[in-house]
């Protein structure tokens, strides 16, 4: 499923959205400016799981070099499509995330969404050697929060590989709910499957962060001078 817009304006500039949608860009630049030395680059900056599970590898890297690439990892992406889709579902759903709590807050959100997303993918691989990169935990942790705070709004999407239509517009809870369902789906198939054979995709990293963004709005208190809309919470 491919969202394509909500229909609720933002009520403030994203700026941080915005920051986060050009770095991105900009380190996926950098990635494709090294050619082979990326390898390199993705065994500093990427998380690998079994660098923090086996203590006879993990004792070879200093503290900041095991806390590094939870954060480096979030703007690294292994392809076009792979920043596109981070880049455009964040687009989407983030700005009104970020109209809701602020600038600040939702920097917060979105860095501790693709840590936990991190923490949660280790733990379900404890033995992969395999780089983790990608923007799509912190970015699940946005699209948690709006499933918390805009469940009732619309969202126009459509279904890969029909991108010129139909398109189905469906309420925010169905689009996520269905979401999440899928990425715990993949993810518990993905534990009795081996890595190789499923694609590679960080499917509990998903879950993690969007339940990670889904519960800590729970404790955002509400900006002031912002009009709740009607749907927002019912």
Do not use: C
Not at 11 to 40: A, C, D, H, K, W
Not at 50 to 76: C, G, W
Not at 205 to 223: D, K, N, S
């Amino acid at each position: 499923m491919l969202p394509l817009r909500d229909d609720i304006p933002s009520r403030t500039f994203p700026v941080v959205t915005l920051m986060i949608v050009l770095l991105n860009g900009l380190v996926f630049f950098y990635e494709l400016s090294l050619g082979r030395q990326l390898e390199y680059l993705l065994i500093d900056w990427a998380i690998v799981p079994l660098r923090y599970t086996n203590h006879d590898v993990a004792r070879h890297f200093t503290i900041f070099e095991q806390a590094k690439p939870f954060l480096t990892s979030m703007f690294l992406h292994g392809g076009w499509l792979h920043l596109i889709g981070n880049m455009w579902t964040l687009w989407i759903f983030g700005d009104n995330v970020e109209d809701r709590l602020g600038h600040r807050r939702f920097l917060g959100l979105y860095l501790l969404s693709g840590f936990a997303a991190g923490l949660v993918h280790i733990f379900t691989n404890v033995n992969s050697e395999l780089p983790t990169i990608g923007a799509s935990g912190a970015v699940a942790g946005i699209m948690g929060a709006y499933f918390r705070f805009f469940p009732h709004t619309r969202v126009e999407m459509v279904i890969p590989p029909l991108f010129f239509g139909p398109v189905f517009v469906v309420p925010a809870v169905i689009f996520l709910g269905w979401w999440i369902l899928l990425q715990f789906f993949n993810g518990t198939v993905s534990l009795v499957a081996s890595r190789a054979d499923f694609g590679g995709v960080a499917w509990w990293a998903h879950v993690g962060g969007f339940v990670f963004g889904m519960l800590v709005v729970l404790f955002a208190p509400r900006r002031r001078n912002v009009v709740r809309y009607d749907y927002d919470d019912r």
